[in-house]
């Protein structure tokens, strides 16, 4: 059974900084992605930053470039974001995700987490 539990969210003010954590188990990790995404209220879940367990290869998407980082820990099977200043339009919750590469270049992600909530007060 895959489990993902994220944590490390709360409340900051902007500029200020956070650090989350997604602690996986079930699987060898190591031939999967490791992602982070977030889904603000009322829009739709969107993706922020992924990693590849082999190689720690790393992509983010345009708006965290910079301010944000992904990591892993392969000893403790765990994924961290690095959040750094902090802007209001971050604010939402913020879910890890597991999965693999197609052939097509794209991933698809099977497992998620119950996500941990980030608000950025202005």
């Known amino acids: 059974q895959v489990q993902l539990v994220e944590s490390g969210g709360g409340l900051v003010q902007a500029g200020g900084s956070l650090r989350l954590s997604c602690a996986a188990s079930?699987?060898?990790?190591?031939?999967?992605?490791m992602a982070w995404f977030r889904q603000a209220p009322g829009k739709e879940r969107v993706f922020v930053a992924r990693i590849r367990w082999s190689g720690g290869s790393t992509y983010y998407r345009d708006s965290v470039k910079g301010r944000f980082t992904i990591s892993r820990d392969n000893a403790k099977n765990t994924v961290y974001l690095q959040m750094n200043s902090l802007k209001p339009e971050d604010t939402a919750v913020y879910y890890c995700a597991t999965g693999v590469q197609r052939s097509s270049g794209t991933y698809e992600y099977d497992y998620w987490g119950q996500g941990t909530q980030v608000t950025v007060s202005s």
């Open positions: 079930g699987r060898t990790f190591r031939s999967y992605a």
